[in-house]
């Protein structure tokens, strides 16, 4: 999964390249490296996203448990994460 929002990173970093040349009237292909270093950046956090995630989620489980609160539970809607089972 991360690769392919990789894929969709960089599709979409591509594609801000285009807009802001569109929006400052300019031929599309002007600068070609802005278009494959946005791609790039684009690419390194659409495939960082799902790392950075799961570290976030184990971040807020460790604080909800300095409060006393019970952590977050995993479902099949927004947050996917679910803790490894340490039996296996």
């Known amino acids: 999964m991360g690769f392919l929002r990789g894929v969709l990173g960089g599709g979409l970093g591509f594609a801000a390249a285009m807009l802001t040349n569109a929006t400052k009237k300019v031929p599309m292909s002007r600068k070609p490296w802005t278009h494959a270093f946005s791609a790039t950046i684009g690419f390194y956090l659409g495939y960082k996203y799902d790392v950075w995630e799961i570290d976030y989620v184990k971040e807020i489980n460790e604080l ?23 039996s296996q």
């Open 64 to 86: 909800r448990a300095e409060r006393g609160m019970l952590p977050m539970m995993a479902s099949t809607g927004w947050l996917r994460f679910k803790e490894p089972d340490a």
